[in-house]
């Protein structure tokens, strides 16, 4: 339905479904869906909805960021892409629609579509709602890896994909250059080596990798398996990883 | 494929999908979906597939009603939303494709697609097939909720939606006046406090709420957690709202 | 992402998604996919991604057949499809990016999309890599039902349906005349009486048929009901079809 009142509001756009499978309510998730896809997406208008306080007092807004106008609600859905595309320059809350709708709970046809279809259409962002500093929009930036002492890096897992591969917020050159031939990775009760390798196929059947994955950062996974299963990762979870040797526990590592 | 077919007989359409998640067979399911999305997808052509009845007797029909031409199978998936959009006006039973197709069982590729397609590019509805009088379309309106003695009202369940919460078929206008500010609600063993709420965060973490929805519905909801596992629901239910004070079961009701 | 870019080198063109559900490295089951997508896509450009093998030494390729370009990983995934729309007449490795991906990881986004887009707009399949010869593609044709001694038909469960149909890599004209009228399938510890129908709603309540599916195979089907739970079919599983009668497990099975 979301669709049908953009394509009114534009009839000439052209629609992408990024992901329906955000978890209910599950708004870093939905950021950081955002965050990973931005850069495919410019020049372009971006709608989202992950909104558990629909009809509260959160702000529905629009917000410019270089290439995009991003149009959702303010609670920390929009700001890491905003500042991945190069940071928000101005932001608008949006005007409530013309005509009154049946309920107050379905932003995204209501209040989102339309304004999304009209900035695709080309309505400027400052006829969509009133101006409000952009530095007062609500969220956090993705959090970076930290080099703790020891020489262990302290990294997050962003996100499980549907393979079972775990994205870290830690990319190769976060790694001391010593650090990535030889690598423990601790998670949980779980401790395993691991090592830098750029295809799935490069880890050995009973091991685990860290693939430089298709957003520059290591994922934690297996070949063909979910190292997510296999080591209880799961979204939001610290991991670390740290100098070191460990037999390996099905044979030796396959590096490239 | 359907997508495919379509795109074939009208280059120039736009087709949007309302969901592929309909349970399998469930024809009041599928109408009650096109009964709630239908004001927003006219103008249009509506096509539609749940159909148990496949290469059967069950006629394929094309049905016009105010700003929309529904395509589907005459089993009661499409008189809801024709009804909702102001009550069908014509209606032709679908010409057999002109090729035979490899088999018969996916009418939606082979008869609905092209009838939808060239629908959409403008032919006319009586050029789809043979016209027979719009009342002897199968199925039944959405039932209207029942006022009992005792005051309470009868309703059903229409839909549980992917958050968990449950709609009912009554709006705040089919409760009387005062029963809006102290209700209960007997949905089989469970009998549980209710306000009537425009946001699901108005709803106290461990109490039930009835939430105006995006259609203007009552649905039963909680915040941020499934109101239909809570206490049971499913479509199709009876539920019954009657007067009434019950103690909260975790602390006090906020109203809006 | 990938229509996202699709529609960069692409803008005129209409994107359709066939399916986004084939398991996790199941070559085999999205190279099905195709086979029996492919005639109601051509003209067209077909990319199609289940790459298990994705940055290791397996081409990346475009494929011309007639109608049709196919763009994909040499993994067997695009062969059936090639030969059921006339044969592959050329094929090339495609070119890498101009632009290094960040990862290696995402050949549907980085090497894929911006290939078929190119294609769509019209770029001639020489201009997008590597002429090898098309005899040299990697997979196998769909393989076909094996008549026994003693009369019975040897075939494979090619794809189970959201609905549990099973379809066979058997047609009508594969059995011979007599048999059709009186069947038994054995499949693993299973054997059942079945006939040739062509609806869902001409098989009994307690009985399973052999429906005529849309594509022209024969299908193990029950009415509203999975047959591959009941007989606990799953793809790529071998059965029997032999001639012979059996007492029906729940009364006359109807035939048409």
Redesign the interface.
């Known amino acids: ?1 979301v ?3 953009v ?1 009114r509001h534009a ?1 000439d756009s ?1 629609v ?3 992901t329906h499978q955000v978890p ?2 599950d708004v870093r998730a939905g950021a950081l869906v955002l965050w990973r ?1 931005g850069p ?2 410019v020049p ?1 208008v971006i709608l989202a909805v992950v909104d ?5 007092a959160r702000r529905a807004v629009a917000v410019a960021a270089p290439g995009a106008i991003l149009v959702g609600p303010d609670n920390g859905l929009l700001l890491p892409v905003a500042h991945r595309l190069g940071g928000p320059s101005a932001a608008v809350e949006l005007d409530p629609p013309d005509e009154r ?6 932003a995204g ?2 209040l989102f579509a339309p304004a999304a279809g009209r900035a695709a259409a080309g309505t400027p962002l400052e006829q969509l709602g009133t101006p409000f500093d952009p530095d007062g929009l609500v969220g956090q930036p993705v959090p970076k890896p930290v080099h703790e002492p020891g020489g262990s890096l302290r990294a997050e897992v962003l996100w499980v994909d ?2 079972g591969n775990a994205q870290l917020n830690a990319a190769v050159v976060d790694l001391p250059p010593l650090l990535a031939a030889s690598l423990v990775l601790e998670a949980g009760p779980a401790t395993v080596a691991v090592g830098v390798v ?5 880890i050995a059947p009973a091991e685990v990798g860290l ?7 290591l994922s934690v996974c297996c ?2 398996d979910s190292a997510a299963d296999r080591l209880g990762l799961r979204p939001g979870q610290i991991v670390h990883l740290r100098p070191g040797h460990l037999p390996p526990a099905g044979g030796p590592l396959r590096r490239q």
């Not at 558990?52 to 509260?56: L, N, Q, S, W």
């Not at 709708?101 to 379905?106: I, R, S, Y």
């Open positions: 339905v669709h049908a009142v394509a009839p052209r992408v479904d990024i209910a309510h896809a495919w997406l372009g558990p306080g629909v009809a509260t709708p049946p309920g107050a709970t379905f046809r209501d549907w393979f750029s295809s799935y196929q490069a693939v430089v994955d298709s957003y520059g950062l070949d063909r």
